[in-house]
């Protein structure tokens, strides 16, 4: 319900709605504002301003980790993948079956698994279907890529952020230095959640929105994408406001 009320393009659904009941009710002068306000809004979440300016405050904080830059890349690393959503098709091989979010996010777990040479892949999430959990499905399309099974580790029970952090700091704690691999929008939100468990990881975001030229990119005609980031944004900025009101 949180997430359907804080989504700009179902508030700007809800203002029309409050409109044409001002409109019925023959309220002209609140009528009047309304629709002004409808339409700032619109404006506001649809062109590039404002929605820019939110995503890249949250990508624009870390930045993908250089492997040369770590010293002693023979320590037993976990590289912590977050789950990114998957479907289901008998027709189609694992890795046809992860999001693009999810992809994105393994990609990058093996990028730095295959430089870390003492490094285990640790993949997260769990199935709302009772059917192939999220871990799974990032372990088959781990092993397609290339990626040794030994050396992958699955947690199928987290179903958000939360319980993953949870989960991971109960069963392993402190013991190995951990990377975590999230999309870039979402590495705020991620690390104050692993914080909160007592475990400072190292952010190696991926699946960056805004790249080269879009991340200056002010003036434009009102778009979905543009929503989408706004969306995006918003629903990071109050899920790390939840987390703060945890604890």
Known sequence: MIKFLIDPFNIFWLLLFVVMVSWFLKRKHITQWL??????WFL????????????????????????????DRTRAFHI???????????????????????LGRLNEGV?????????KL????????????????????????GVDEEATIV???????YEEA??????????HPLILVTSATHMLRATRV????????????????????WKRKWIGLPAMKNIENMRIGITEYAGILWYRLRK
Not at 35 to 40: A, D, F, L, P
Not at 122 to 145: K, N
């Open 44 to 71: 506001m979440v649809s062109t590039p301003l404002i929605p820019t300016q939110v995503i890249n405050s949250l990508e624009d904080r870390y930045e993908p980790i250089e492997i040369a830059e770590i010293a």
């Open 111 to 119: 990028r730095l698994h295959r430089m870390l040479p003492n490094s």
């Open 122 to 145: 640790v993949l997260s999430g769990f199935s709302g279907s009772g059917r192939t959990t999220q871990a799974e499905m990032l372990q088959q399309t781990a092993i397609l890529l």
């Open 166 to 175: 949870k989960i991971y700091a109960e069963t392993f704690g402190n013991t």
């Open 35 to 40: 629709v002004i306000s409808s339409g700032v």
């Open 80 to 102: 912590l993948v977050l789950g990114g959503g998957h479907g289901f098709d008998d027709r189609l091989p694992a890795n046809s079956l992860l999001s693009l979010n999810a």
């Open 194 to 213: 692993f914080e909160h468990f007592g475990i400072k990881p190292v952010p190696s975001p991926t699946n960056y929105r805004l790249k080269g030229s």
């Open 155 to 161: 947690q199928k029970e987290p179903g958000n952020t």
